[in-house]
């Protein structure tokens, strides 16, 4: 009787300590998605960054060369006088 009852424990035992580590391998997994999910953000954000910078830039190229050639033009306009 006592064996059974030692059985039954036992078994209960490994059924409690089984669902506790699918407990955790969800945990595990749901972190890892969220660690997933915020690099995918991080990425996009930086991506974004870049993207202004190189937009900026550009905006600065073409005023420097509108500013360049209405020097010139000033230039060009005082030689001619």
């Known amino acids: 009787m ?3 009852a030692d059985e039954e424990k ?3 035992d490994e059924r409690v300590e089984e669902e506790e580590i699918r407990k955790r391998e969800v945990q595990v997994m749901e972190r890892l998605e969220d660690w997933k999910e915020n690099a995918e953000k991080e990425r996009k954000k930086r ?5 202004m910078k190189q ?3 550009e905006d600065w190229k073409v005023k420097v060369e509108k500013e360049r050639r209405r020097i010139e033009e000033r230039e060009r306009e005082k030689t001619e006088n």
Request: aromatic content about 8%; glycine content about 0%.
């Open 2 to 4: 006592w064996e059974r």
């Open 10 to 12: 036992k078994r209960e």
């Open 47 to 51: 991506e974004k960054i870049e993207r």
């Open 55 to 57: 937009r900026t830039l």
